[in-house]
């Protein structure tokens, strides 16, 4: 199994990156797919999360309304656009996949997750 992300990069505040997260090795349009980040200095914590079959997704509040997870099950891909972009929204990103169709009190938690990529950082400033 690999998950392979990219798009990262430097971005100035209020910019926008779109990051990609391809999957093989795994069935793709029956796993849960998450994104998460590490700061420097904290603990990884959970953006977003699109949910298999019937692409429920979930968000963190600090991201909710500038960032959008979304899925191609043809191309084993999920992606995360990000606007409005802050320096706090500074960190490795990760993607992340589970074989089990996650409620909102399993999406948060990266110990539900089996399957990580090897991350792409995402600096925002000035």
């Known amino acids: 199994v690999q998950l392979q992300a990219s798009g990262g990069g430097l971005v100035q505040p209020g910019g926008s990156l779109r990051l990609s997260c391809v999957a093989s090795?795994?069935?793709?349009?029956?796993?849960?797919l998450a994104w998460f980040r590490q700061a420097p200095g904290k603990e990884r914590e959970f953006v977003a999360s699109i949910r298999r079959g019937d692409f429920n997704k979930f968000y963190a509040n600090s991201v909710k309304g500038r960032f959008t997870i979304s899925r191609d099950n043809g191309k084993n891909t999920v992606y995360l656009q990000m606007n409005s972009l802050k320096s706090e929204d500074t960190a490795v990103y990760y993607c992340?996949?589970?074989?089990?169709?996650?409620?909102?009190?399993?999406?948060?938690?990266?110990?539900?997750?089996?399957?990580w990529g090897q991350g792409t950082q995402v600096t925002v400033s000035s």
């Open positions: 090795g795994i069935t793709f349009s029956t796993y849960t």
């Open positions: 992340a996949a589970s074989p089990l169709g996650l409620i909102a009190s399993q999406v948060r938690r990266d110990d539900t997750y089996d399957h």
